[in-house]
Structures are given as structure tokens and as C-alpha cells.
């Protein structure tokens, strides 16, 4: 079995694969919530959001090993959406 940063990387390369830039889906992702919310949200808010559903979702079960591989996919992108 694959350490959860293994896995991590080889998700991250799927999910670019299948939706393209990472920075500019998340751009994408920050116009609708922006919408949605009345106020402006940036592609960093987005990922550190996600970071944090992700963190509600180990507090409930903290073995969860998706919830662990997405948080360092986030993390990760962090640096590349904030470009």
C-alpha cells in the first residue's frame, strides 16, 4: 500500500488530467462562491476551505484516509493557486 503522500501526488495528477489547471478551476470555484456568498472570495479561500471540510470530516473519523490524501492535495496546491 502507498504512503498517503504517494497517493496524494499520483490523485493530484488524475484530478489535473481530468480538470485541467488546478488554479484555474479554483478560479473558477472562487467567482461562484463570490456569487454565492455576496462577497468577494479569493482561490487561496478555496483550498484553505477545502483544507478545512476535510478537517470537520478526521474530527468525525480521524482514520479516514481520503480526507488525510486530499488535505496534502490542498496543501499542495496551495502555492499554485496563490500564483
Given at each position: 500500500m502507498s504512503?498517503?503522500?504517494e497517493e496524494a501526488r499520483r490523485v493530484l495528477s488524475q484530478?489535473?488530467?481530468?480538470?485541467?489547471?488546478?488554479?484555474a478551476s479554483m478560479a473558477?470555484?472562487?467567482?461562484r462562491w463570490s456569487v454565492t456568498l455576496g462577497h468577494r472570495v479569493t482561490p487561496a479561500e478555496v483550498m484553505l476551505c477545502m483544507i478545512d471540510l476535510k478537517l470537520a470530516r478526521l474530527a468525525h473519523d480521524p482514520t479516514h484516509r481520503d480526507s488525510i490524501v486530499?488535505?496534502?492535495?490542498?496543501?499542495?496546491?496551495?502555492?499554485e493557486v496563490t500564483r
Open positions: 504512503t498517503p503522500l484530478r489535473r488530467a481530468t480538470y485541467g489547471d488546478p488554479a473558477m470555484v472562487a467567482a486530499d488535505i496534502i492535495g490542498y496543501a499542495a496546491l496551495l502555492p
